[in-house]
């Protein structure tokens, strides 16, 4: 008797194991991280930097971390959110940096089809110097 309870158990398993991996690949990670290298162009006020490569981490409690490795390498916070006009973009509301006066910006990361950075776009002002900020970025 023992013998077809543990067939029965392993079938059950086997089951489940079919019926929900669908599932679980279907469903978007709650947070992701990513890297791409590329070319763009950060302005703060007059003075233009060439970006080289970006790391974005979204997380799953809505908060974003960005980071622009340049000549010079930005670090900025703030928010994200799905675009409800394309599933491949991201909405991105930024509202800190690493430096104590922050950044107000709002930009859009562009996904490709893999979910790996395609493009990212940001403007906005810094709070203390109210200098423009902007900032452009291609992937290769």
Same mark, same amino acid.
């Given at each position: 008797?023992?013998?077809? *309870?543990?067939?029965?158990?392993?079938?059950?398993?086997? *089951?489940?194991?079919?019926?929900?991996?669908? =599932?679980?690949?279907?469903?978007?990670?709650?947070?992701? #991280?990513?890297?791409?290298?590329?070319?763009?162009?950060?302005?703060? +006020?007059?003075?233009?930097? &060439?970006?080289?490569? =970006?790391?974005?981490? #979204?997380?799953?409690?809505?908060?974003?971390?960005?980071?622009?490795?340049?000549?010079?390498?930005?670090? =900025? @916070?703030?928010?994200?959110?799905?675009?409800?006009?394309?599933?491949?973009?991201?909405?991105?509301?930024?509202?800190? @940096?690493?430096?104590?006066?922050?950044?107000?910006?709002? +930009? &859009? #990361?562009?996904?490709?089809?893999?979910?790996?950075?395609?493009?990212?776009?940001?403007?906005?002002? @810094?709070?203390?110097? &109210?200098?423009?900020?902007?900032?452009?970025?291609?992937? &290769?």
């Amino acid at each position: 008797m023992q013998v077809g *309870l543990k067939r029965s158990a392993i079938w059950l398993a086997a *089951l489940l194991l079919f019926v929900y991996l669908p =599932v679980a690949a279907t469903q978007e990670p709650k947070s992701k #991280l990513a890297h791409a290298n590329g070319d763009g162009t950060l302005r703060i +006020g007059d003075e233009q930097f &060439k970006i080289y490569s =970006v790391i974005v981490k #979204l997380m799953e409690d809505g908060k974003a971390e960005i980071t622009l490795v340049s000549d010079i390498t930005v670090f =900025v @916070s703030g928010t994200w959110s799905r675009s409800q006009d394309a599933a491949k973009v991201i909405n991105l509301v930024i509202t800190g @940096s690493a430096t104590g006066g922050g950044v107000n910006a709002n +930009g &859009k #990361l562009y996904l490709r089809d893999d979910a790996s950075i395609d493009r990212l776009v940001l403007q906005g002002e @810094s709070r203390t110097t &109210k200098r423009n900020i902007d900032a452009k970025f291609q992937a &290769k």
